[in-house]
């Protein structure tokens, strides 16, 4: 019930400060794990994300986040479970596994952190490896737009993402990393803002 209202009030904060068009719902499936893949450039995307995505979305939460009791006790009812940045978590992929195979639907964002500037970068492997290993689709999700007053911002939907190919395999780094590249660049395709080229970032 909290995430339906916040969400609802997401949609009616958003719809009144930006001028919102939302692509290709119906891409995303209405039930079964699935892993939606978002751009992240704001503090402003996992708020699109929840507000227009039609299904309730988990996420992983840097563990800072949740250091705050008030704050993480609220982002921990909306679906959130906290991550150690900048290292392996192997409660986290856990957590993440234990979501899919619940047939939830999950928030991820392939760049790893906000990417400022409009820079295009290398997406990181998690995305592909998870994916792979609970045999869910990838939905990606771009948002596209400036985060400034009555601009318009674009909500697109791609077609789902799958690696049925490799399920129920062990594919290396290399051919993770390839899949993880290839749903950022599905993502990046649905931008129609000006950006720079795909590189790796420094």
Not at 24 to 48: C, Q, R, T, Y
Not at 64 to 77: E, P, V
């Amino acid at each position: 019930m909290l995430y339906k209202l916040l969400s609802g009030l997401a949609k009616g904060v958003t719809h009144c400060i930006f001028r919102v068009k939302v692509v290709g719902k119906e891409n995303v499936p209405k039930d079964g794990g699935m892993i939606l893949a978002v751009n992240h450039k704001s503090n402003w995307d996992p708020i699109f994300a929840g507000a227009y995505c039609p299904r309730p979305l988990r996420f992983m939460a840097k563990a800072d986040l949740f250091k705050n009791k008030l704050f993480g006790g609220l982002i921990k009812k909306l679906g959130a479970f906290p991550i150690q940045r900048g290292r392996g978590d192997i409660g986290a992929i856990k957590g993440a596994f234990s979501i899919l195979k619940n047939n939830d639907a999950m928030l991820i964002f392939p760049e790893g952190h906000r990417i400022k500037n409009g820079k295009r970068v290398k997406a990181k492997l998690g995305v592909s490896m998870i994916a792979v290993y609970a045999e869910v689709p990838v939905i990606p999700l771009c948002i596209s737009g400036e985060y400034k007053p009555f601009h318009k911002v674009t909500v697109t939907f791609g077609e789902p993402i799958t690696f049925e190919e490799y399920y129920g395999k062990k594919p290396d780094n290399e051919t993770l990393q390839t899949l993880a590249d290839e749903v950022m660049q599905t993502i990046y395709s649905f931008d129609n803002t000006d950006i720079k080229k795909i590189g790796e970032q420094k």
